[in-house]
């Protein structure tokens, strides 16, 4: 697949990024023309870089989106800090319709995310820890799949777009950093030294 597949993908002001998005039957998933823009969506999230994308940030107001995490995304991190994030690899997957529900017992978890929609910034966000998903995958099956860690971060943020929401609207907002103030002033350090000094509280 070339550049002439990738997609363009919206910023933040966008209307688009902020209307629900409609579901899709399984007949629809099978066709020519949703396999198709899975395979534009996972090239456009390669290529960005990404570890998730939603249809609507392609212009296309569907319950669809795509995720992926490894080595490649995450090469930047030592191992204690991957460690501390709890990535592990998520395999190409696709959910369709996706809905979630919460089994971690309350427990949340705060870092910083970014977003392919809100370029150049990035800030804290608690997230569950642990979610089960229901949902159907790229041959319009039933799939029902339990994220925890980094990967239930990046299926939350994923659906948020799917229901019209950006991760602004769950930013603790004095953590908000341009992405090069984050590199140089807080990558590495524990969430409760950078509450304490931005003056946020931990959940």
Same mark, same amino acid.
């Given at each position: 697949? *070339?550049?002439?597949?990738?997609?363009?993908? @919206? %910023?933040? !002001?966008?209307?688009?990024?902020?209307?629900?998005? +409609? =579901? $899709?039957?399984?007949?629809?998933? +099978?066709? &020519?023309?949703?396999? #198709?823009?899975?395979?534009r969506m996972r090239a456009t999230m390669y290529g960005a870089p990404g570890v998730g994308l939603a249809a609507p940030q392609v212009g296309e107001a569907l319950q669809l989106a795509v995720l992926e995490d490894g080595p490649r995304q995450w090469s930047h991190l030592d191992e204690s800090e991957r460690m501390a994030r709890e990535r592990e690899i998520l395999p190409f997957?696709?959910?369709?319709?996706?809905?979630?529900?919460?089994?971690? /017992? !309350? #427990?949340?978890?705060?870092?910083?995310? !970014?977003?392919? &929609?809100?370029?150049?910034?990035?800030?804290?966000?608690? #997230?569950?820890?642990?979610? +089960?998903?229901? %949902?159907?995958?790229?041959?319009?099956?039933? $799939?029902?799949?339990?994220?925890?860690?980094?990967? =239930?971060?990046?299926?939350?943020? /994923?659906? *948020?777009? @799917? &229901? !019209?929401?950006?991760?602004? *609207? +769950?930013?603790?907002?004095? &953590?908000?950093?341009?992405?090069?103030?984050?590199?140089?002033?807080? =990558?590495?350090?524990?969430?409760?030294?950078?509450?304490? /000094?931005?003056?946020?509280? /931990?959940?």
């Open positions: 697949m *070339d550049d002439a597949d990738l997609l363009s993908i @919206l %910023a933040c !002001g966008n209307p688009m990024l902020r209307r629900p998005a +409609r =579901a $899709l039957t399984a007949d629809e998933v +099978r066709s &020519s023309v949703i396999q #198709r823009l899975i395979e997957t696709v959910l369709v319709n996706p809905t979630y529900e919460v089994v971690s /017992e !309350g #427990r949340t978890v705060g870092f910083y995310e !970014g977003c392919l &929609s809100v370029p150049g910034l990035t800030g804290v966000v608690f #997230r569950h820890h642990t979610v +089960r998903v229901s %949902a159907l995958d790229e041959r319009g099956e039933s $799939l029902t799949q339990v994220f925890s860690g980094w990967p =239930a971060r990046i299926v939350q943020h /994923e659906l *948020d777009h @799917l &229901s !019209g929401v950006l991760y602004l *609207d +769950r930013v603790e907002s004095r &953590s908000m950093s341009t992405v090069e103030n984050f590199a140089q002033l807080w =990558a590495g350090h524990p969430l409760d030294e950078i509450a304490r /000094e931005l003056g946020f509280a /931990e959940h």
